[in-house]
C-alpha cells in the first residue's frame, strides 16, 4: 500500500509540476510528498524529476514511469470498484469540480447529505468558473454550463437552464434599456462579461426576430468569477447575463430587473463530464445519480422563473 500511496504522490507531482500543490491536493505536508517520491526514485534506482530552487520537471526515466505508474493506478482503481460493486459499499474518493455559481447554489449545499448517506465516500470540490482539464487535474467529474470543447469525454446532460439579460434599476434609470441586440452590439451599454485565460471573444446568443444572433459585446469590467459580476451589475455598473437560478434572489427582490425580454439569451445546457473509465466507477454513478436528482428539484422549485428540464 506504501508503495501504491508513493505513485499516486509521483502522478499527481508531475500532473501539477509543482511539489507543493500536489501536497495540498492530497492533503499531506510538503515533506510527506518528497519522502514518497524520493522513496520511489531509491526503489527505481532512477531520477523521476529534475530539481531546482525554482522548478521541477519530468526526466525521461520520469515520462516513461509516468506512462505506466498511469496504467497501473487506473487498474488498481477499476479493481476496486468492481470489488465495491459487489459488496455494494462504495468508498474512496472523489475529486469533483463546478463552475463557482452552480457549486455554491446547487453543487455544495447537497454535499453533507451525501455524505451522511454514503460514509465511506469523501468528496474534495474545487469550484471555479475557468475550463478544468478533467484529465490533467485527476477529477473524478466535472460540471459545467455549456458546450464542451473535448468530444472523448462522456457527457451526462442534466438540464437546459434559462438566461436572462438584466441590470439594477439605478442602471436603467441612468442609461436606458435596450431595446434590440444592436443597442449592444453597438457599445452604447456597458456589457459584464466573464473572462479567463483562454476564452474566447464575448458573444452573447440571443434570441431574435431574424433567428439566433450571437452578439459580440463590450463594456468596462471583465473578471473570472461569476459573481463578481452578479455584485458590479447591482451596483449599477452594467448589463449581465446569467442563468436564472444563479440570480433569482435578486430578480424577485427587485434589484436586478430583465432587459430585452422580446430576444432572450439561449438556454444553457447543464451537464457533467467524466472520462469513459470513471463512468464505470459505482462511487461516481452514485454520486451524480445523487446530484442530479437535487439539481432537478431545486430547478424545479423555480420553474416559475423560467427554467426547463433536460
Known amino acids: 500500500m506504501a508503495y501504491l500511496e508513493n505513485i499516486r504522490t509521483f502522478l499527481r507531482v508531475y500532473e501539477l509540476g509543482n511539489m507543493s500543490a500536489a501536497a495540498r491536493d492530497l492533503r499531506i505536508s510538503s515533506a510527506v510528498a518528497s519522502s514518497r517520491v524520493s522513496q520511489l526514485e531509491d526503489h527505481l534506482n532512477v531520477r523521476l524529476f529534475q530539481r531546482t530552487t525554482r522548478a521541477l520537471s519530468p526526466t525521461e526515466h520520469g515520462n516513461l514511469f509516468y506512462r505506466g505508474a498511469t496504467k497501473i493506478v487506473e487498474a488498481v482503481e477499476e479493481a476496486e470498484a468492481e470489488i465495491s460493486n459487489v459488496t455494494r459499499s462504495p468508498r474512496g474518493t472523489l475529486f469533483i469540480a463546478a463552475p463557482i455559481g452552480m457549486g455554491q447554489r446547487l453543487i455544495a449545499p447537497s454535499i453533507p447529505a451525501f455524505k451522511a448517506a454514503n460514509p465511506l465516500i469523501d468528496i474534495r470540490l474545487r469550484l471555479s468558473d475557468r475550463k478544468v482539464d478533467l484529465t490533467g487535474e485527476g477529477l473524478d467529474a466535472a460540471f459545467f454550463l455549456g458546450v464542451p470543447e473535448d468530444s472523448t469525454l462522456k457527457i451526462r446532460k442534466i438540464a437546459d437552464c434559462a438566461r436572462v439579460l438584466c441590470a439594477s434599476p ?65 451596483a449599477g455598473h452594467g448589463i449581465i447575463l446569467k442563468p436564472v437560478f444563479e440570480i433569482a434572489d435578486h430578480l424577485s427582490s427587485g434589484k436586478l430587473v430583465p432587459v430585452l425580454e422580446t430576444e432572450p439569451p439561449l438556454p444553457v445546457q447543464m451537464a457533467c463530464l467524466f472520462t469513459h473509465r470513471k463512468r464505470q466507477d459505482p462511487k461516481v454513478r452514485l454520486f451524480l445519480d445523487f446530484m442530479v436528482a437535487r439539481i432537478h428539484a431545486a430547478l424545479d422549485g423555480k420553474a416559475a422563473q423560467g427554467f426547463a428540464q433536460g
Not at 434570441?207 to 451589475?233: C, I, M, N, Y
Open 170 to 234: 439605478d442602471y436603467i434609470a441612468r442609461k436606458g434599456a435596450p431595446e434590440s441586440h444592436e443597442d449592444l452590439a453597438s457599445g452604447a451599454h456597458d456589457c459584464l462579461n466573464m473572462r479567463y485565460p483562454g476564452a474566447p471573444e464575448f458573444q452573447w446568443p440571443l434570441q431574435t426576430g431574424g433567428g439566433l444572433k450571437k452578439v459580440a459585446v463590450r463594456g468596462p469590467f471583465e473578471s473570472d468569477h461569476g459573481d463578481v459580476l452578479t455584485e458590479w451589475a447591482l
